[in-house]
């Protein structure tokens, strides 16, 4: 872990992102970091950071990924060098590559595939990606992409992860404040995500259960997987063709409405979230396609569904209610809900929470995203957070930072787009639909015949309780009966201790006072 920490620094003076240190940053770290400045570097800083990202490897390489969608953050040529991190990372060796597909396959690729492209269509952070021409059972070409996992990327991953709860750890004793933020489990789940997309079955049924929910939607497409031929490390998958999603002159060159498209790239994220409970965790560019056909009629593909997310209904409900208040304007019900669920303090007064939020939050309301920075949204809840000791819940971290994403791809498409405008009727449906009379009822007929099934069981069931009952108290009265008795004896030891310590001074007075005695 040390030698990694060390390697992090190393790459990123190796790579002069010293550069990035301005005038704000503390006098002495200025005055540390002065001789490396003095080095003349002709390197562009958007492309050293871009290559610092690739050779730390696929954990920092993720966060380039994410980081590449934000214009409020970046200037155009840095985020034009991040997107290259979306598909352009250094490949490695098509011999190895083959050696591996040929191993999971347990056949040669003449055997497999009618013809085969040893250049690379993508390298990305974990996995490389070929184009190919499937032998299918009915004799035709199918054209595929095949996608084999990066030898040896396990190890890195976990040392990279370990590194950060390292830090996490010494963040969390050094600023104590850091505690309520959870980054050990955020890690943890972050660790988990990733090894997670190194098992390609985990992410051929993601891909699976995705076109599934969307196969007749005509809204979003999801490629077929050849599941008998997909393994562990291997994955064939059909191909598709589209516009990345963030070829903004493309699509205006093609009279592409880029009103519908945004609107439906809403209307999507919130279906996925609060109708499926199962959605796409990774929609950055080099995940989300446009199909162009119909320039009037845009629709969405989805690729690499490795990262998939779902909430308890618990959490899916709270955070229904707080995002439907929240589009009323309704701040106060948004702060009982944080007080309800345990999210703030009990101590926290309610009012005074809901007066802040409102003046955090009112502000944003209708304006384009063009006008919105989601990520000064973000600071000024993150220092509501720390004055009212907001517990951060780990479950949400990867809905939050899809939300990033769905922002990012918003501001490229249609700067217009309100998303409050757009996202409010669907919530207020689905509110109604879910805490509605009519869902009420829907539940109780479909919970009624599991109840009157019961109902010849509910003595015994009865008779059952009131003998656990009778078990529990007498359980309570032994317990109790016992604390009695070893209150006793406490009482006892201390009495005894007391008198013990009482004759103990007697004689240590008596042979004093006889000491001076034979002395006089």
């Known amino acids: 872990m040390f030698f990694r920490a060390i390697k992090i620094i190393f790459i990123g003076l190796y790579r002069r992102l010293d550069r990035y240190i301005d005038s704000k940053v503390p006098l002495v770290w200025r005055l540390i970091f002065l001789p490396i400045k003095l080095i003349p570097c002709k390197t562009p800083l958007p492309i050293s950071l871009r290559r610092a990202f690739e050779d730390l490897g696929p954990v920092f390489v993720k966060m380039g990924q994410i980081l590449s969608t934000r214009k409020d953050l970046f200037d155009l040529e840095t985020l034009s060098e991040l997107e290259r991190l979306q598909d352009e990372v250094e490949p490695f060796d098509t011999g190895l590559a083959i050696e591996i597909i040929e191993r999971e396959l ?118 077929q997987v050849y599941d008998d031929l997909s393994s562990e490390r291997l994955m064939i998958i059909e191909r598709v063709t589209g516009l990345p999603v963030n070829r903004i002159t493309s699509f205006r060159e093609n009279n592409v409405d880029l009103r519908k498209l945004a609107h439906l790239g809403v209307e999507i994220f919130f279906t996925q979230v609060f109708e499926h409970n199962f959605f796409h965790a990774d929609m950055h560019p080099g995940n989300v396609f446009v199909d162009t056909t119909d320039p009037e009629n845009p629709t969405y593909i989805a690729l690499d569904c490795a990262v998939v997310g779902s909430l308890t209904e618990e959490d899916r409900l709270y955070l229904a209610k707080n995002i439907y208040s929240f589009f009323h304007r309704d701040y106060f019900e948004i702060a009982r809900l944080h007080h309800e669920s345990g999210w703030i303090p009990k101590e926290t007064n309610i009012e005074e929470f809901s007066r802040v939020i409102q003046r955090v939050i009112d502000p944003y309301f209708n304006k384009p995203i063009s006008e919105i920075s989601l990520s000064d949204v973000l600071i000024n809840l993150f220092k509501l957070a720390k004055t009212y000791r907001v517990e951060i819940q780990p479950q949400l ?78 359980i309570q009265a032994e317990q109790t009966e016992y604390l009695r008795q070893l209150t006793r004896m406490m009482e006892k030891r201390e009495k005894d201790k007391r008198w013990t310590m009482l004759g103990f001074l007697i004689v240590a007075s008596f042979g004093l006072f006889y000491w001076i005695y034979i002395n006089l």
């Open 106 to 223: 347990g056949a040669s690729l003449e055997e497999t595939f009618t013809s085969f492209n040893k250049t690379p269509l993508a390298a990305a952070s974990v996995a490389q990606i070929y184009e190919a021409e499937l032998i299918s059972k009915d004799g035709k070409s199918r054209d595929v992409v095949i996608k084999i996992i990066r030898p040896n990327i396990e190890k890195t991953i976990k040392k990279d992860t370990e590194l950060m709860k390292w830090l996490a750890k010494i963040l969390e004793r050094f600023v104590p404040d850091s505690k309520r933020l959870h980054l050990e489990t955020v890690i943890e789940d972050y660790e988990r995500t990733l090894l997670d997309e190194l098992d390609l079955r985990i992410e051929s049924n993601n891909t699976k259960s995705l076109r599934l929910n969307w196969e007749q939607s005509g809204k979003l497409y999801v490629p």
């Open 397 to 474: 971290i990867l809905l939050q930072k899809n939300l990033l994403n769905i922002e990012g791809m918003g501001r490229q498409l249609y700067p217009q787009l309100n998303l409050w405008e757009t996202a409010a009727p669907f919530m207020e449906n689905w509110i109604r639909e879910r805490i509605g009379v009519k869902s009420i009822a829907k539940r109780l007929k479909k919970k009624f015949p599991i109840w009157i099934e019961s109902i010849p069981e509910l003595p015994e069931q009865v008779a059952r309780s009131i003998s656990e009952i009778t078990k529990i108290q007498n």
